[in-house]
């Protein structure tokens, strides 16, 4: 996959490009991620790539035309790519939207800074606006990377058999939140692992791990759960779960 990123600060990049699984994958050819400076593409001698706001209000917001030129410029490699643009205002970013990008051969990410980006550029590339959550950050760089990194590691071959992306949070059918793992000691500070993942009984495990991710998903996240799919046993399991909250709550008043 090729990846052209394009950012008011491209340093911020480099030790993410450099260091750990993603180096490895770009020494490998399976990725290739390029920050791009926004500012090359400005035409006036301060380089300026931002103005102030039409209508008045705080803040700057991003021009149109360096963004646009440096996306135009790029070659035949990235025709047709994925563009987006990273803004709070955007479609919530997902882990099916991971999945999904992960399949295209190259992604155009461009990254918000001050009070936005001008609102022309959006349609004039034909890019969607992503965000990653209902907040505000100073830096598009940190979501872009975020986004970024979501993508490429379920690209065949970025993990190694021992990261494998099947069983991770939002993954798969069902989309539930991954159970508790756990690893040597076997106790720790009078803390022991569950008995049935030291059995060796993978049907046991299977099922203790399925259970476990839906009482998760239960508690932390049930918006999630409505939209699983999910078997008749699974279904009454919640409904015991539920009814469990109902006692404990009863519990509560009574005691209070």
Known sequence: MRIAAFTL????FDTYRSEGIFAKAVNAGLVELNALDIRDFTVDKHRNADDIPYGGGA???MKPEPIVRGVESLGAEFEGAERI???PRGERFTQAGAERLSEAPSLIVICGRYKGIDGRVPEILNAREVSIGDYILGAGEIAALAI??????????FLGDLDSAEF?????PGRL????????????????????LLSGNHGAIEKWKRRQSIGITNRLRPDILEKAELTAEEMAFIEILKNLKIEDSNNLKENS
């Open 9 to 12: 600060f491209p340093a911020l």
């Open 59 to 61: 803040g700057m917001v």
């Open 85 to 87: 643009i990273v803004s």
């Open 148 to 157: 970024i990194d979501a993508i490429v590691r379920l690209i065949p071959g």
């Open 168 to 172: 991770d949070s939002h993954s798969g």
């Open 177 to 196: 939140l991954s159970p508790p793992e756990y690893t040597r000691p076997a106790e720790f500070r009078g803390y022991k692992v569950p008995d049935v």
